[in-house]
């Protein structure tokens, strides 16, 4: 007997729905996608219960005629291609034909449409894939198509949605993209009734980042603008002030589909090189246009991973577009290409002059001047020659100029003195670097016995971030960020269990200004942020006042440190709260330690020691980095061959 068989079409659609239905954002961002090739200028987007329970797209497009209502929820039915080749020139966002199909598989859809030619529009109601009703009706031009219980046929895919508050954020992250991949077309968001957001529709782009995530965010994006090989880049990028601690704000169209690429995300990340602190990442919003064939958008069934056909130049035009645009001052010449990145030749005319690469050779003797002017000199120079600087200190001005762009040109810088390569012998030294290899060990408090802290002579610091002590024949070796950080989180803890709120009140409270998607964190969130020592509420909009915060964050950290904890918070689902909790009382407890490079009085120091000596068998930061590693007397002796 046979053990194959064919699927049942009802079967095989459900299955087939899986690949582009995986949550009601997957729906949401079908139907967007349909309304923009539909030419809508106009969207609404409505959901209950985070998209679960009801979604409603409706827009002002050109509508479908009676004809092809029933035809558009068949299975690789579509108006976008007709044979093989067409795959090959995509310009609009669907071509496939299987997102009607596969959202009327798992759900009951109704959809009322029509034309601008017709007198009536039409109605259809279809549940589970089965056709249910199709009639007449008035409405005006457009469609409108209403999705009701996401999987309520699929139980096994239904049980699998997390909670609604987490699917709403997802659907708000598709909404957002969409606003921005069109700012032409005025988007209109609403979630259980409330408005989330209304963009303008002007095709001002930065008025839709403006809506979007507020002006705080706005006011630190700059315009971008470039063109190269047959590649254009448009929109804007953050600076330092818009750094956020992970990608999330790194938003990145492919001739205006939403994608996530490794090579623009890298292009980006190192055109910030030297620009932003470690654990900071730029955001961005930018569109890059380029010919159809020069990109396949067929790779993926939610269509937001693509392959380039030329990587490099695609990096190229990411990577100079936004470094032109962060270089972009009075004194540093205008980035163009990367040509000289993988070995092309670059021809040198005095019309392309501030066309080229930045290099030695090239930067305009003006701006080096005007840059050198006001180059500190040092004491020895000013004594010598007050009245200009040296060579050594005006290339130490272009260095300073220029930042992290690779010359051309290599700038050499003279030694104090000269050492001659054949007067040092390598494996000599290699033989005293292996002899002076100390070896340490994490210090375990109970076999010291000083969990009081108490016999332990400080003896100072080193590199103004760590403490040496002794304790009888062992000495101690602290991290004094290290430390400090594990005793916040320990006083976090405490706090929360006894419901103590260990807050500092701000003198003048401060008003932070929230992404949507971080927005719906802290209200989701507030008990969370309450019982670590925070006092907040929101006044309007995606405003938020703070008012107090837990003890030792500086001012200047305050929102940072914030909008890191709700990134943070933003992902958590129900059953892994407390994990997300913890994640974030790590945060809070680095942001408010002393931090490395800190001169730390001797009084302190004790203090730090001390109580952290008292800590009962542990040894490490949140984070898992040691606190604190010991050396007996006896293997230094040994070292110094005392023994």
Same mark, same amino acid.
């Given at each position: 007997?046979? $053990? =194959? +068989?064919?699927l049942d079409q009802s079967v095989a659609n459900m299955i087939a729905a899986g690949e582009v239905v995986e949550r009601p954002a997957s729906v949401v961002k079908e139907l967007l996608?349909?309304?923009?090739?539909?030419? *809508?200028?106009?969207?609404?987007?409505?959901?209950?219960n985070g998209g679960v329970s009801?979604? !409603?797209?409706?827009?002002?497009?050109?509508?479908?005629?009676?004809?092809?209502? $029933?035809?558009?929820?068949?299975?690789?039915?579509?108006?976008?291609?007709l044979n093989a080749e067409d795959i090959t020139t995509i310009r609009t966002y669907g071509f496939r034909g299987e997102a009607l199909s596969s959202i009327a598989s798992v759900s009951k859809v109704e959809l =009322? /449409?029509? /034309?601008?030619?017709?007198?009536e529009g039409t109605r259809l109601i279809i549940e589970g894939g089965e056709y249910v009703d199709i009639s007449d009706i008035g409405t005006p031009k457009g469609t409108t198509i209403i999705v009701r219980? =996401?999987?309520?046929?699929?139980?096994? !895919?239904?049980?699998?949605?997390?909670?609604?508050? *987490?699917?709403?954020? &997802?659907?708000?992250?598709?909404?957002?993209?969409?606003?921005? &991949?069109?700012?032409?077309?005025?988007? !209109?968001?609403?979630?259980?009734?409330?408005?989330?957001?209304?963009?303008?529709?002007?095709?001002?782009?930065? #008025?839709?980042?403006?809506? =979007?995530?507020?002006?705080?965010? *706005?006011?630190?994006?700059?315009?971008? $603008?470039?063109?190269?090989?047959?590649?254009?880049?448009?929109?804007?990028?953050?600076?330092?002030a818009a750094a956020r601690p992970n990608r999330n704000m790194q938003i990145m169209f492919v001739n205006g589909r939403s994608v996530v690429n490794r090579t623009l995300s890298f292009a980006l990340s190192e055109s910030y090189k030297n620009q932003l602190t470690v654990g900071k990442f730029p955001s961005a919003v930018l569109n890059i246009n380029m010919s159809p064939?020069?990109?396949?958008?067929?790779?993926?069934?939610?269509?937001?991973?693509?392959?380039?056909?030329?990587?490099?130049?695609?990096y190229d035009a990411v990577?100079?577009?936004?470094? #032109?645009?962060?270089?972009?001052?009075?004194?540093?010449?205008?980035?163009?290409?990367?040509?000289q990145k993988y070995g092309k030749d670059i021809k040198h005319t005095e019309e392309k002059a501030d066309k080229l690469p930045l290099t030695y050779s090239n930067v305009k003797k003006d701006n080096i001047d005007a840059y050198v002017s006001g180059y500190p000199k040092t004491a020895s120079q000013e004594k010598t020659n007050p009245g200009s600087s040296n060579s050594l200190n005006k290339e130490h001005a272009v260095s300073e100029a220029l930042g992290s762009v690779q010359y051309k040109q290599e700038v050499h810088f003279r030694p104090a003195f000269d050492i001659k390569a054949d007067t040092v012998n390598k494996a000599d030294i290699k033989q005293e670097e292996k002899k002076l290899d100390l070896k340490v060990e994490p210090v375990i408090q109970q076999s010291l016995g000083i969990a009081s802290g108490k016999d332990v002579n400080i003896i100072g610091q080193v590199f103004n971030t760590y403490i040496i002590a002794q304790h009888g024949d062992e000495m101690l070796l602290?991290?004094?960020? *290290?430390? +400090?950080?594990?005793?916040?989180?320990?006083?976090l803890k405490e706090a929360r269990k006894s419901k103590q709120k260990p807050s500092q009140i701000l003198l003048s409270p401060l008003i932070v200004n929230l992404a949507s998607i971080e927005f719906l964190a802290f209200e989701e969130n507030d008990d969370f942020f309450a019982s670590i020592g925070y006092e907040m509420e929101a006044i309007g909009g995606s405003d938020v006042m703070v008012r107090a915060v837990p003890m030792g964050i500086e001012e200047s950290k305050i929102k940072d440190t914030l909008i890191e904890l709700l990134t943070i918070l933003k992902d958590a689902k129900k059953d892994k709260r407390t994990y997300f909790e913890e994640r974030a009382m790590y945060t809070v407890a680095c942001k408010a330690a002393i931090k490395a490079n800190k001169v730390m009085s001797v009084r302190e120091q004790e203090q730090l020691v001390s109580d952290v000596l008292k800590l009962e068998g542990i040894n490490t930061c949140p984070h898992g980095r040691p606190v604190c590693i010991k050396m007996t007397k006896e293997k230094i002796e040994k070292e110094f061959k005392r023994l």
């Open positions: 007997m046979s $053990k =194959i +068989h064919v996608e349909n309304s923009f090739d539909a030419g *809508a200028k106009s969207i609404t987007v409505e959901i209950k009801y979604i !409603r797209v409706t827009d002002d497009g050109h509508g479908m005629d009676s004809d092809d209502v $029933k035809t558009a929820f068949l299975p690789h039915a579509t108006s976008k291609i =009322i /449409t029509k /034309t601008e030619s017709s007198e219980d =996401i999987f309520y046929n699929t139980p096994a !895919r239904f049980k699998f949605l997390k909670k609604d508050s *987490a699917e709403m954020a &997802s659907v708000t992250d598709v909404c957002q993209k969409a606003a921005l &991949s069109r700012p032409d077309v005025s988007l !209109r968001y609403v979630s259980s009734g409330k408005d989330i957001f209304f963009t303008p529709g002007d095709n001002m782009l930065i #008025n839709a980042i403006y809506t =979007i995530f507020g002006a705080d965010f *706005a006011k630190h994006m700059l315009p971008v $603008k470039y063109e190269s090989d047959g590649y254009k880049v448009q929109g804007f990028i953050g600076t330092a064939l020069s990109v396949d958008v067929n790779v993926h069934p939610a269509k937001i991973e693509v392959k380039f056909s030329d990587e490099h130049s695609v990577y100079w577009a936004c470094k #032109n645009t962060l270089y972009e001052k009075p004194y540093v010449p205008l980035v163009e290409t990367g040509a602290m991290d004094q960020h *290290a430390a +400090h950080e594990r005793l916040k989180y320990e006083e």
